[in-house]
Each structure stands twice: as structure tokens, then as C-alpha cells.
């Protein structure tokens, strides 16, 4: 009776180990999350919305201030680098705009700007969530702005603007390559001062937009 009870006593002590080597072999592996690390391209379309400035810099002192608002469609690259949770990177784009608007002073002339590309280059800083990417941005903007103003021929005028542009978004991989997102950015594109000819008055005119879009972009 003892031996009986020894051996299998020693039979339980020896299938414990081939037990518990069974257990970690059957326990499911976890799949890696996604990996933001890489670098992008796409595009993007959305509208955009704001206020142009026109102050003469000479003769008798005048402001009027057109309201812009339009659609854009264009491009973007990125780099993007993740370390843990955060993502850090950079971002370029260039986009096509319809974004323009006209005020009618007391006198009956028509005064316009029109926003016909604006870009910028960017920092991008979030926090990824697996396949979901949290993020600011911000940098240095610029925009082709034309200036306007029609009162017998009129005349228009067209300067390059720099200034700057801060935003937020939101990114989700749909897969291992393409990503979707949604962004705001505000941007003050600064002033400039467009020279005219007479009888129209010398000017400095400034815009400020917002904007909301939606973006496709691949990681290569």
C-alpha cells in the first residue's frame, strides 16, 4: 500500500513540469500593435473660412475687411517616428484653394481677395493608440493672395504671404498602409503691401483663415 502511494505520489510530482511546459506553449501569443514609424504621402481637400484686411497706406486713411471662404484640394508628405506611446514628426503640404470674397465700400467699389494656393511645413507631435494617432501640428505657412479692386477698369495685384499655422487632428490606420484622418488648422498668413496704380490707393492687406479637411495618405 505504501509503495502504491509513493508512486503515485512521485507519477504527480514528474507530470508537473510537462503540465506547466503544455500551459506556456498553448498560451495565445498577442499580436503586435501598429507600428506609426514611416514615412507618408496623400491628399487632402476641405473648405476654409475667414477675413482678408485692406488698409491704404496712403491718401485719406481707409480699412475694409472682405470675408474669404472656399474649397482647397491638395498634397502632403510626412515622417513620422514613434517611441512608445508618442509620435513625432514632420509634415509638408501644398494645396490648390477657391477660397475668395469681395466688401463694397461706401462708394460702390468692390474690394476682393482670393487665396489661390497656400502651403505650409510642419512639426507633428501625438500620442498613438494602437491604429489611432492624436496629434497637433504647427509651423510656417505661406499663400499666393490676390488683392482687388474694381472701380471703372479696377486693377488687381497678387504678393506671396508668410506667416504662420497652428492645428489638431486625428489619424486612423485603416490598414498596414493607408491611413484616413481629419484636421483643423488656423492660419494667419501676415500682411502685405501691394503697390497700385492711380488713381487706386497703395495697400497692405492681411488674411487670416480657418479650415477643416478630411486626408488619405500612404505609408511606403
Known amino acids: 500500500m505504501h509503495r ?22 498553448d498560451v495565445p501569443m498577442t499580436a503586435p500593435g501598429f507600428d506609426w514609424t514611416g514615412y507618408y504621402a496623400g491628399l487632402q481637400a476641405g473648405y476654409g473660412w475667414g477675413r482678408s484686411e485692406i488698409t491704404t497706406t496712403e491718401g485719406a486713411p481707409f480699412s475694409i475687411t472682405p ?29 490648390y484653394s477657391s477660397v475668395d470674397g469681395t466688401a463694397q465700400s461706401g462708394l460702390g467699389d468692390t474690394f476682393g481677395a482670393e487665396i489661390k494656393w497656400f502651403g505650409s511645413v510642419n512639426a507633428k507631435a501625438g500620442v498613438a493608440v494602437d491604429r489611432l494617432l492624436v496629434y497637433g501640428i504647427g509651423g510656417i505657412a505661406f499663400a499666393d493672395i490676390e488683392t482687388s479692386q474694381t472701380s471703372g477698369p479696377g486693377f488687381d495685384n497678387t504678393r506671396t504671404n508668410v506667416g504662420w499655422t497652428v492645428g489638431a487632428g486625428v489619424d486612423y490606420a485603416l490598414t498596414d498602409k493607408f491611413v484616413v484622418g481629419a484636421q483643423y488648422r488656423y492660419y494667419d498668413f501676415g500682411s502685405e503691401n501691394h503697390e497700385a496704380p492711380a488713381p487706386f490707393s497703395d495697400r497692405d492687406q492681411s488674411v487670416k483663415l480657418n479650415t477643416v479637411g478630411v486626408n488619405l495618405s500612404y505609408k511606403f
Open 67 to 95: 470675408d474669404v471662404d472656399g474649397g482647397f484640394v491638395g498634397g502632403h508628405v510626412a515622417g513620422l517616428w514613434q517611441f512608445d506611446q508618442a509620435v513625432l514628426g514632420a509634415e509638408a503640404d501644398l494645396n
Open 4 to 25: 502504491l502511494v509513493a508512486s503515485a505520489g512521485l507519477l504527480a510530482v514528474l507530470s508537473v513540469p510537462a503540465f506547466a511546459a503544455d500551459a506556456i506553449v
